[in-house]
């Protein structure tokens, strides 16, 4: 009984110092030439007429950058794992749950909505991107 009581206490204390170590970690930065080449993405992005592609081709591109600070899977799994660099985690799921209704859902939605939120959308990347820029 005492040993399983030490093996428990044990993995209870590596288990909560992981959560530390990744918790008040250093956050991870993008070096400049990978911030120039995201910002080259999101200027060729925002030429683009279509709000909604806009919107389909921010989420992409927020999530590549994810990537490439190593949170891995998909954009949900990465933004579940709150990254230190996403200043406003909410805005982020909100606007990926609205690039999911656009292409699943295929509700119509106004022009004006989505161009409103696709210029959220491209300021969010210019903050991640400010954020983790060398």
Known sequence: MLIYL????FIATMISWIFLVVKYSKRRTLSTEKSKYFLKILHKIATQVSSKSKIIDYDKLYHKILNELWYDGTFG??????PKEVKNINNIWNLHKLRNKIVHDFDSYDEK????????????????????SN
Do not use: G, Q, S, T
């Open 77 to 82: 799994d990465a933004l579940k794992l709150e």
């Open 113 to 132: 909505y989505l161009k409103h939120k696709a210029h959220h959308y491209e300021k969010e990347i210019k903050k991640l991107l400010k954020n983790v």
């Open 6 to 9: 030490a093996v428990l206490l």
